[in-house]
């Protein structure tokens, strides 16, 4: 990396903090765009485009949190199922018991581009922040 370009600071916040929080013997909350590309949670847990998940270690199972992503197994109304979040699309952990953590600003971090000759229609670029790219 240059000084100009670096990674982006959220995936090193989360880690840190549900460190944090679990040092802390507090249960550590996920708040997620469900709506992200690529979120793979329970649909029928989702309200208002959000869900909230639970990280407390005994409540999941193969926890994996890198600068790309997060993926747990955990258990919804008695079935096990993979949960796959990218980076980007995690708005908020904080500690349940007191909301002491982080919340992040949506779209901070912008999805990847969708591969080229899926269903052949054209995608319609959402409005929002403008955002700035070095081109060299």
Do not use: C
């Amino acid at each position: 990396m240059t000084d100009d370009v670096m990674s982006p600071t959220r995936p090193y916040f989360v880690r840190a903090l549900y460190e944090w929080i679990v040092d802390n013997n507090s249960t550590p909350y996920l708040l997620v765009d469900a709506n992200y590309p690529k979120v793979s949670v329970p649909a029928e847990f989702v309200d208002d485009g959000k869900i909230v998940l639970n990280l407390t270690p005994s409540a999941i199972r193969h926890l994996h949190i890198d600068n790309e992503f997060i993926q747990f197994s955990a258990r919804f109304g008695g079935r096990s199922q993979e949960i796959y979040l990218p980076i980007g699309s995690l708005l908020a952990i904080y500690a349940k018991e007191n909301g002491k953590g982080m919340f992040f600003e949506s779209g901070e971090i912008e999805p990847p581009p969708e591969p080229e000759g899926g269903d052949g229609q054209a995608k319609p670029t959402a409005g929002g922040r403008p955002s700035l790219k070095v081109v060299k």
